[in-house]
Structures are given as structure tokens and as C-alpha cells.
């Protein structure tokens, strides 16, 4: 059974950082894509940031470039969301997603992230 679990979210101060972790477990991340997604209250979930499974291939979202950066540890099965210098527009529930390209086939249960202004 696979599940991704997300951890590492909190309250910060506006420009403020917070790393995210998604550990998976049962099946290695290695072969597939990781990307962490975020809904914020009476908005629709988007894309945050992409890995793909060499670790060689990242994609952001034009809002969070140059302040959050997604990287994987193949050794520990898990993905990070490196977030500096935090806005209050980046609160939400992040989720971390497993797919392929069949889609994102794995969720997260969430973590949250609140920015205080």
C-alpha cells in the first residue's frame, strides 16, 4: 500500500521559511514524478513544484521561483518543499502527489502552512 505523508507545517511570520517533508512509503518515489500542490481556503488546489524521478528536471509555479525549492532524497523516499521568505498569499493546505503519466495516482493527507501578516 502506498502512502505519502506530509510533515513540517506551521505558523510563520511573514518572510519567514519552512522546510516540507513527504515520505513514501511502499513503493520508491525513484521511478516516478513528486509534486507538491496547495489549496487555499475557497480557492481550487494548483501546482506548487515538480521533481521528476532522476532528480535531474524541477518546475515552479511563476509565484513561488526563486523562494521554494523541491528536492528529493532517493535513499530516504522523501520529497522536500524548501520555503524562504514566505508570504501570507502562500498559506494553504500543501499536499504532496506521486504520478505518472497517467496522473497524479498518490495524495498526501495534507499539511498546513500559515503566514501571519
Known amino acids: 500500500q502506498v502512502q505519502l505523508v506530509e510533515s513540517g507545517g506551521g505558523l510563520v511570520q511573514t518572510g519567514g521559511s519552512l522546510r516540507l517533508s513527504c515520505a513514501v512509503s511502499g513503493r520508491s518515489f525513484s521511478t516516478y514524478m513528486m509534486a507538491w500542490f496547495r489549496q487555499a481556503p475557497g480557492k481550487e488546489r494548483e501546482f506548487v513544484a515538480l521533481l521528476n524521478w532522476k532528480n535531474t528536471y524541477t518546475s515552479y509555479i511563476d509565484s513561488v521561483k526563486g523562494r521554494f525549492t523541491i528536492s528529493g532524497d532517493n535513499a530516504k523516499n522523501t520529497v522536500y518543499l524548501q520555503m524562504n521568505s514566505l508570504k501570507p498569499e502562500d498559506a494553504a493546505v500543501y499536499y504532496c502527489?506521486?504520478?505518472?503519466?497517467?496522473?497524479?495516482?498518490?495524495w498526501g493527507q495534507g499539511t498546513q502552512v500559515t503566514v501571519s501578516s
Open positions: 502527489a506521486m504520478g505518472d503519466s497517467s496522473g497524479w495516482n498518490y
